[in-house]
C-alpha cells in the first residue's frame, strides 16, 4: 500500500536555460498574474477542462501552489471553451476576466469577482459578445483614471482581421460604455493571421502592449510575442521595429500570452511555451523572463542567471480527503460523479461512454499506476491517457478480465483481452514515453508487473488543437460504480 497521504512533490534543479524559466509545470496556456497584498495570484486556461480557471498562489513567482478555482460549476450562460482568465484587482476586489463559449452562440467575454483571491467568485455574465467572437480581455485605465477594457475580436477564425478593441466600462464591471475604437490589429508579416492576448502596464510616459502573433498551439504553432505603446490608452499606438520580441529557443517554442509583472524593483513576464521535449503532449507550460526598459523607451528582454526551477517529480493521492484535490480534472461535456469514502474513490461509469478524473501530465516520459479494487467493482475501471471525453487508450479491470481499449472519435476498438485470477485488488501501470507511446502492465501487488502489449500504442492522435494530455482514472460498462485506492504518477528519467 501506497503510505503516503497526499504528495505533490517539486525538486529544485539547475536550469540549463540561461532565457526562459519554467516555473508552472504541466498545461497552463495564457497564463495571468497579479500581486496582491504580498503574495502573487495567477490563473490560466483550462478550456474543456473542469473546474475552470486555477488559482494559483506564490510569494516569489518562482513556486506556485494551485490552492482553488475560480467556477467548480459552469457559468449558467457557457457551456465550453474556458479561455484566457485575466486576474487583477482593483479598489480592494479580485476580478476575472475570461472567455468562453455561450449557450447558442459564440466566444464571449466575461467577468467575475471576489471579495479575496481564493474566491468565492461570482459571475456577472457575458459582457462583449461579437458575431466572430470575443476572447482575451484585459482591464486599463486611462490617463484620466477610467476604465477600459481592451479584448481581440475573433476574426481569424472566420478568414478575417483581428482588431485589438478597447471600450469604456462601468465600475460594477457589468456594461461597456460609448463605442469601442481600434487600438491596433495583425498588419505585420510576422504576426500572421491574428494579434491577441494583450496586456499592458504603464512605465515613465508610455503604456506599454505586449502581445501574441500567429498561431498558438498545437504541432505546427508558430507563436511569438512583440511589443507596442502609445502615450494615451486610445492611442496612436506604435509597433517595435524589432518585434518579435520572444521566439523559439532551444528548450522552449511557441512563445507568448502573458502578463508583465514586478517583483522587488525587476520586470517580469510570466507566459506560455512548449518544452521541446514534450511539445503538444504536455502542454504549454508556465514561464518567466526578465525584462528591462532601454534608454530609447522599448522593452528588452534578458537572460536571467541560472536559477532554480521547480521540477515536478511526482503526484500521489490515496484518497483520504473527502474531495477530490485541486489537481484533478473532468471534461465540461462529461461532470464526473464521485465520491470518496473510507480511502477509496468511487466513480461512475457513463451509459454510453467512459467517465474519468484525470491529471496533467508532469513530463514526456512517466509512469502511473491506479489501484483498482476489484471486489467492489460493479463496472470496468482502468487507467488511460486521454486526450479528450472522443479520445483515449486505456487499461481496464472489467470482472473476471483485464482489456486495452483504444478510443477514436468516440468508437471502440478492443486491442487485448485477458482472463485473470481472482483476487481482492490489482494495480494497472501505464508507462509513456516521448510523451505518446504508451505501454500497460498489470500487477498484484506494487512490486511485479507483467506486461500487456509489447509494442507501445501510438497516442500521437490523442491532443486536441487547445490541449495536452491527461492522465486519468476511467470507468465504463454502462452502469456501477469503479473503485481506486491509490493513484501515482512518476517521472522518469529520460
Known amino acids: 500500500m501506497l503510505r503516503t497521504v497526499y504528495l505533490l512533490l517539486c525538486v529544485f534543479i539547475i536550469s540549463n536555460s540561461m532565457a526562459q524559466r519554467l516555473v508552472m509545470p504541466g498545461d497552463h496556456p495564457d497564463p495571468s498574474v497579479v500581486k496582491i497584498g504580498d503574495s502573487y495570484w495567477a490563473?490560466?486556461?483550462?478550456?474543456?477542462?473542469?473546474?475552470?480557471?486555477p488559482l494559483l498562489k506564490?510569494?516569489?513567482?518562482?513556486?506556485?501552489?494551485?490552492?482553488?478555482?475560480?467556477?467548480?460549476?459552469?457559468?449558467?450562460?457557457?457551456?465550453?471553451?474556458?479561455?484566457?482568465?485575466?486576474?487583477?484587482?482593483?479598489?480592494?476586489?479580485?476580478?476575472?476576466?475570461?472567455?468562453?463559449?455561450?449557450?447558442?452562440?459564440?466566444?464571449?467575454?466575461?467577468?467575475?469577482?471576489?471579495?479575496?483571491?481564493?474566491?468565492?467568485?461570482?459571475?456577472?455574465?457575458?459582457?462583449?459578445?461579437?458575431?466572430?467572437?470575443?476572447?482575451?480581455?484585459?482591464?486599463?485605465?486611462?490617463?484620466?483614471?477610467?476604465?477600459?477594457?481592451?479584448?481581440?475580436?475573433?476574426?481569424?477564425?472566420?478568414?478575417k482581421p483581428t482588431p485589438i478593441w478597447i471600450q469604456e466600462l462601468n465600475e460594477e464591471r457589468t456594461a461597456v460604455l460609448g463605442e469601442?475604437?481600434?487600438?491596433?490589429?495583425?498588419?505585420?508579416?510576422?504576426?500572421?493571421?491574428?494579434?491577441?492576448?494583450?496586456?499592458?502596464?504603464?512605465?515613465?510616459?508610455?503604456?506599454?502592449?505586449?502581445?501574441?502573433?500567429?498561431?498558438?498551439?498545437?504541432s505546427v504553432c508558430n507563436y511569438q510575442s512583440g511589443i507596442a505603446r502609445s502615450k494615451s490608452l486610445a492611442g496612436a499606438w506604435e509597433k517595435f521595429a524589432g518585434n518579435p520580441v520572444l521566439v523559439n529557443e532551444a528548450q522552449w517554442t511557441c512563445p507568448g500570452h502573458g502578463t508583465p509583472v514586478q517583483k522587488e524593483g525587476k520586470f517580469y513576464f510570466l507566459y506560455h511555451a512548449y518544452d521541446t521535449s514534450g511539445?503538444?503532449?504536455?502542454?504549454?507550460?508556465?514561464?518567466?523572463?526578465?525584462?528591462?526598459?532601454?534608454?530609447?523607451?522599448?522593452?528588452?528582454?534578458?537572460?536571467?542567471?541560472?536559477?532554480?526551477?521547480?521540477?515536478?517529480?511526482?503526484?500521489?493521492?490515496?484518497?483520504?480527503?473527502?474531495?477530490?484535490?485541486?489537481?484533478?480534472?473532468?471534461?465540461?461535456?462529461?461532470?464526473?460523479?464521485?465520491?470518496?469514502?473510507?480511502?477509496?474513490?468511487?466513480?461512475?461509469?457513463?451509459?454510453?461512454?467512459?467517465?474519468?478524473?484525470?491529471?496533467?501530465?508532469?513530463?514526456?516520459?512517466?509512469?502511473?499506476?491506479?489501484?483498482?479494487r476489484r471486489k467492489k467493482l460493479s463496472a470496468a475501471a482502468g487507467i488511460a491517457l486521454v486526450g479528450d471525453e472522443q479520445n483515449h487508450v486505456a487499461a481496464y479491470i472489467n470482472g473476471d478480465f483485464i482489456e486495452l481499449v483504444q478510443t477514436k472519435k468516440g468508437k471502440d476498438s478492443v486491442l487485448f483481452t485477458q482472463p485473470l485470477h481472482r483476487s481482492k485488488k490489482g494495480f494497472l501501470m501505464m508507462q509513456v514515453a516521448n510523451g505518446k507511446d504508451i505501454s500497460f502492465l498489470f500487477g498484484k501487488n506494487l512490486h511485479s508487473f507483467r506486461p500487456l502489449n509489447l509494442q507501445p500504442i501510438n497516442g500521437a492522435y490523442l491532443p486536441p488543437w487547445d490541449r495536452a494530455l491527461r492522465v486519468a482514472l476511467i470507468a465504463k460498462s454502462g452502469e456501477g460504480n469503479a473503485v481506486f485506492d491509490c493513484f501515482t504518477m512518476e517521472r522518469v528519467k529520460e
Open 58 to 159: 506564490s510569494n516569489d513567482l518562482n513556486t506556485w501552489t494551485t490552492v482553488g478555482h475560480v467556477f467548480s460549476v459552469l457559468p449558467a450562460w457557457a457551456d465550453y471553451y474556458f479561455w484566457a482568465p485575466e486576474i487583477s484587482y482593483d479598489n480592494g476586489k479580485v476580478y476575472v476576466y475570461y472567455s468562453a463559449h455561450k449557450k447558442g452562440g459564440n466566444l464571449c467575454v466575461g467577468i467575475a469577482s471576489a471579495d479575496k483571491p481564493e474566491g468565492p467568485y461570482k459571475d456577472h455574465g457575458p459582457l462583449i459578445c461579437e458575431e466572430a467572437g470575443s476572447i482575451d480581455a484585459f482591464p486599463m485605465r486611462d490617463e484620466n483614471g477610467r476604465l477600459h477594457i481592451i479584448w481581440k475580436e475573433d476574426g481569424n477564425s472566420v478568414g
Open 180 to 218: 469601442k475604437k481600434l487600438l491596433f490589429r495583425n498588419d505585420a508579416p510576422w504576426e500572421g493571421n491574428l494579434v491577441e492576448g494583450v496586456s499592458m502596464m504603464r512605465h515613465g510616459k508610455y503604456i506599454y502592449a505586449f502581445y501574441a502573433a500567429a498561431g498558438c498551439c498545437g
Open 43 to 53: 490563473s490560466a486556461t483550462t478550456s474543456n477542462w473542469m473546474p475552470a480557471f
Open 279 to 372: 511539445t503538444v503532449y504536455t502542454g504549454r507550460k508556465g514561464i518567466v523572463k526578465e525584462f528591462v526598459f532601454t534608454a530609447d523607451d522599448w522593452i528588452k528582454f534578458v537572460d536571467e542567471p541560472n536559477a532554480p526551477t521547480p521540477v515536478l517529480q511526482k503526484i500521489t493521492d490515496e484518497f483520504n480527503k473527502s474531495v477530490l484535490q485541486n489537481n484533478w480534472q473532468w471534461s465540461v461535456f462529461q461532470p464526473a460523479k464521485h465520491t470518496i469514502q473510507n480511502g477509496r474513490l468511487i466513480l461512475a461509469a457513463l451509459p454510453r461512454a467512459a467517465a474519468f478524473v484525470g491529471q496533467k501530465t508532469i513530463s514526456p516520459n512517466y509512469k502511473a499506476i491506479a489501484g483498482v
